[in-house]
């Protein structure tokens, strides 16, 4: 069955219609990474969003559902140029094909997928419409095409009620790490040392407790915690500071998440709450940027943004050059920042933009990037440890040494 992928500047593209049979209206956006359309199709920041995959060929190792990074499949429709249909992986559940359909969202292939990237990154994202109906007259179309807005998408994507998890590394492969807080941490790693050392640096979160703020988190950010000894505790994203602080948390994340983030007004007003605490805070993409605005900072939207595993970033305190993997829209005004409440930690070296932020005199720091990268790259994933060490530091300078306090 033919399918039409129609812009808001009157392009048409004539493709092969694939996953769900209906028409939908949405932002049209691209992402450069050459793996990994799982975690993609499944990071919620995609909502109300339509993803063009730049990579050729989209399909070839099938849905693999362990790798989900939520429940279900977040854009609103999924553009390739060629849809493998025959997957060779054993650990693949379905194919793309088939997870599209089960999830109703409607997608195109075989169309040419570069020349759709030039035209937004010389015109800039737009919307536009995936269609299986032709329209020979574009007239009524492109009116609709030009009013669609993603909406307060925040509120969609987030959880619905809170929940834990549980540290997640034991000395046997992927067990269970049950009752971690209990134990004399030194000496139980006294005997890693020799058998697994690795582990030393995956467990220096043993016994912290971290409130994760959920705006529509990636499984992997929680992982990345869990997998080093921290116990998380996962919150809805109109959660008040209030409500977060009354749990004594060691520390707090504010997670990735779609949408503008000036729409979260009422969410940056309990951000602006916690970070007047001195418990210490990590934040990324979407929290990266609502931290900035509660702390009287600015956000602009980008031409096209930034999606994609494959983005280098500057950390300017060492000049040091890592892969990151990315996916925002807006970004934070840096040139017109306070340098008295907040300075620039790490920087785009393609264009130069913000990505991360190291505030005065408080417990915060921020990225834009993605450091619990699923699928990778893991270049900076140590920036979870620094956070873990912060959190240490705080401890200690008040005298608890270490939390059981939840």
């Known amino acids: 069955m033919k399918a039409y992928l129609i812009l808001e500047d009157g392009t048409v593209f004539e493709g092969i219609h694939i996953g769900a049979d209906r028409e939908v209206v949405s932002e049209i956006v691209f992402n450069t990474s050459m793996?990994?359309?799982?975690?993609?199709?499944?990071?919620?920041?995609?909502?109300?969003?339509?993803?063009?995959?730049?990579?050729?060929?989209?399909?070839?190792?099938?849905?693999?559902?362990?790798?989900?990074?939520?429940?279900?499949?977040?854009?609103?429709?999924?553009?390739?140029?060629?849809?493998?249909?025959?997957?060779?992986?054993?650990?693949?559940?379905c194919t793309i094909q088939q997870f599209l359909e089960e999830n109703n969202v409607p997608g195109?292939?075989?169309?040419?997928?570069?020349?759709?990237?030039?035209?937004?990154?010389?015109?800039?994202?737009?919307?536009?419409?995936?269609?299986?109906?032709?329209?020979?007259?574009?007239?009524?179309?492109?009116?609709?095409?030009?009013a669609y807005t993603t909406g307060k998408v925040v509120e969609k994507v987030s959880c619905k009620e809170k929940y834990v998890v549980e540290p997640s590394v034991s000395l046997e492969e992927n067990g269970p790490l049950s009752g971690m807080a209990k134990f004399d941490k030194e000496a139980w790693l006294q005997g890693v040392r020799e058998k697994r050392p690795s582990l030393v640096r995956e467990l220096n979160g043993a016994g912290l407790q971290v409130a994760l703020m959920d705006f529509g988190a990636k499984r992997n950010i929680a992982a990345s915690l869990a997998a080093r000894?921290?116990?998380?505790?996962?919150?809805?994203?109109?959660?008040?500071?209030?409500?977060?602080?009354?749990?004594?948390?060691?520390?707090?994340?504010?997670?990735?998440?779609?949408?503008?983030?000036?729409?979260c007004t009422g969410i940056i007003?309990?951000?602006?709450?916690?970070?007047?605490?001195?418990?210490?805070?990590?934040?990324?993409?979407?929290?990266?940027?609502?931290?900035?605005l509660a702390n009287g900072a600015d956000t602009y939207k980008m031409k096209y943004g930034h999606r994609g595993g494959n983005h280098p970033v500057r950390d300017l305190s060492t000049g040091r050059v890592y892969i990151s993997s990315q996916n925002h829209g807006y970004v934070v005004d840096a040139e017109h920042l306070d340098r008295s409440v907040a300075v620039p930690a790490f920087v785009n070296v393609n264009d130069g933009t913000n990505e991360g932020l190291r505030y005065t005199g408080k417990n915060i720091f921020t990225v834009q990037f993605h450091p619990e990268a699923c699928p990778g790259p893991q270049d900076s994933g140590y920036l979870f440890d620094r956070f873990i060490e912060m959190m240490r530091e705080t401890d200690s300078a008040a005298g608890r040494g270490g939390t059981e306090n939840a």
């Not at 008040?240 to 009354?246: F, K, M, Q, R, V």
Request: hydrophobic share 35%; proline share 8%; aromatic share 8%.
């Open 35 to 93: 793996a990994g359309y799982l975690e993609v199709l499944t990071d919620p920041s995609y909502a109300g969003q339509a993803v063009c995959m730049t990579y050729p060929l989209i399909g070839n190792y099938g849905i693999c559902k362990d790798d989900m990074e939520s429940d279900r499949p977040w854009p609103d429709g999924f553009i390739v140029r060629e849809l493998s249909r025959i997957p060779s992986n054993f650990r693949s559940d």
């Open 108 to 146: 195109i292939a075989g169309i040419d997928t570069r020349a759709l990237t030039k035209i937004l990154r010389e015109k800039g994202t737009m919307n536009g419409m995936i269609t299986t109906r032709e329209y020979p007259d574009l007239r009524g179309v492109l009116p609709r095409l030009k």
């Open 229 to 263: 000894g921290c116990r998380v505790t996962v919150y809805p994203a109109w959660t008040s500071a209030e409500e977060i602080l009354a749990g004594r948390p060691d520390g707090i994340m504010l997670s990735n998440g779609p949408g503008d983030p000036k729409e």
């Open 269 to 292: 007003e309990e951000i602006r709450k916690l970070s007047q605490t001195e418990v210490p805070i990590f934040a990324i993409c979407l929290g990266h940027q609502l931290m900035a």
